[in-house]
């Protein structure tokens, strides 16, 4: 394989998505988190995501067979828990109050976003995936994929879905097998 390898970030929920092989409302999602895994089991994608996402799976309906493929991916190659620094604490801190301030009554991001864009930022993603403000339900926090581009007017992240294979293929092989 010639090239560079992307390095991309997962929010939690795209882990979860693949963990539990969530049914989602549009199917393309999947499959977009699917072949992404499946980049990453070929090595054209090294997989970024915070060891905050620990937390945060602890807290989902994971069944044991998505527990014990997430302790599997701690040993996978072009898979990377980032540790949480002061430095990033500082950029999290950072985008937080920087929405405080935009718009001191609308939608806050929560610590937990704040500090996997801050991971995101510091590890030089090229991409951020996630589903955070694809749905239709109300929110109680800001979603992310609006920022995509310009995160706390100051990071030029890109946010966005995980794209599907552009062969049409899909397979639900990859990554957390």
Not at 11 to 17: E, G, N, S
Not at 35 to 52: L, N, P, Y
Not at 90 to 102: N, S, T, V
Not at 104 to 113: A, F, K, M, N, Q
Request: proline share 6%; glycine share 6%.
């Amino acid at each position: 394989m010639g090239g560079k390898r992307v390095r991309a970030y997962w929010d939690t929920c795209i882990l979860l998505a693949l963990l539990k092989r969530e049914k989602r409302e549009n199917p393309l999602d999947m499959q977009g988190v699917y072949h992404q895994a499946r980049m990453c089991d070929e090595g054209q994608v090294e997989v970024i995501t915070s060891v905050h996402t620990l937390v945060e799976t602890h807290d989902s309906t994971l069944p044991d067979e998505g527990r014990k493929q997430l302790v599997n991916l701690r040993r996978h190659p072009h898979f990377m828990l980032a540790e949480t620094t002061v430095r990033i604490a500082e950029i999290a801190r950072e985008i937080c109050d920087h929405y405080r301030r935009e718009d001191p009554e609308g939608l806050r991001v929560t610590s937990s976003d704040s500090i996997h864009l801050a991971t995101a930022i510091l590890y030089k993603c090229d991409v951020f995936y996630t589903f955070d403000g694809c749905g239709k339900k109300p929110r109680r926090s800001r979603p992310l994929l609006p920022m995509s581009g310009n995160v706390a007017n100051k990071y030029t992240l890109r946010i966005e879905k995980p794209p599907t294979d552009p062969s049409g293929q899909f397979s639900m092989e990859g990554l957390a097998e």
